[in-house]
């Protein structure tokens, strides 16, 4: 079945350097891929729709230049969090669109500023 | 705006047992309902849409319209169903993301 695969799993960056999480579809291609972020505890929250080979598009909230994001191609889509601080450190999980508009979950990726 | 809500944050039952698990939405346009369900350590799945009315696993869900919700039931609880589940709205065919409830922890007792 369709796969999508998320990279790093978990990573620790110092605060004010940059991060970049790569989110693929490994066996289908996604013209469109959603991030999103889960703080423990809590529900995942869109943080925005990405396109391929068009800007993302950002939720009500979403820094969209703290949360850089770039789909250059139909499998890869990635999530810098620039200048990252401590309050960014959180869950991030990407999902792509596949076949039949069924959405597919990556494994998520553990962001830890310190 | 759109809305999930899930009430219940923890829900315990035995083994053999009726599950339900609650789901209501506030959407204004043509809602597309969906269950994923998050076993320990793994990565959301797909449960149920409710465009497809099918059963997984031996659960169900009917969008209810008039109440707005979505609850989702099995008649014989297993424990291999212990997991996290979370009710997800979405809308536009797929083209937008979901607005997912914060989940319900679902824990079957032998």
């Known amino acids: 079945g369709a796969v999508v695969s998320q990279h790093p799993s978990w990573v620790i960056c110092k605060s004010g350097t940059s991060v970049k999480i790569e989110c693929r579809s490994l066996?289908?291609?996604?013209?469109?891929m959603f991030w999103y972020r889960q703080f423990p505890k809590q529900s995942l929250m869109l943080m925005a729709t990405?396109?391929?080979?068009?800007?993302?598009?950002?939720e009500q909230g979403v820094e969209k230049d703290k949360f850089l994001i770039n789909h250059a191609s139909l499998t890869l889509s990635t999530l810098t969090v620039t200048s990252a601080h401590p309050e960014d450190s959180s869950f991030y999980i990407c999902?792509?669109?596949?076949?039949?508009?069924?959405?597919?979950f990556g494994e998520g990726s553990w962001l830890t500023v310190v | 705006a759109q809305r999930v809500t899930q009430p219940e944050k923890l829900l315990s039952v035995f083994k053999g047992a009726p599950v339900e698990l609650k789901c209501n939405y506030s959407?204004?346009?043509?809602?597309?309902l969906f269950w994923y369900v998050q076993y320990s350590r793994q990565r959301l799945q797909l449960l149920l849409r409710?465009?497809s009315r099918e059963s997984i696993k031996g659960f169900t869900a009917d969008l209810n319209k008039g109440e707005t919700s979505f609850h989702l039931k099995k008649p014989f609880a297993q424990e291999e169903d212990s997991a996290m589940y979370y009710c997800?709205?979405?809308?536009?065919?797929?083209?937008?993301?979901?607005?997912f409830g914060k989940g319900t922890h679902l824990i079957i007792q032998p």
């Open positions: 997800a709205l979405g809308s536009g065919g797929g083209a937008d993301g979901l607005t």
């Open positions: 409710h465009i």
């Open positions: 990405s396109n391929e080979g068009s800007k993302a598009t950002y």
């Open positions: 999902s792509a669109r596949g076949a039949g508009n069924t959405i597919y």
């Open positions: 959407y204004s346009g043509s809602p597309e």
């Open positions: 066996d289908f291609q996604a013209t469109t």
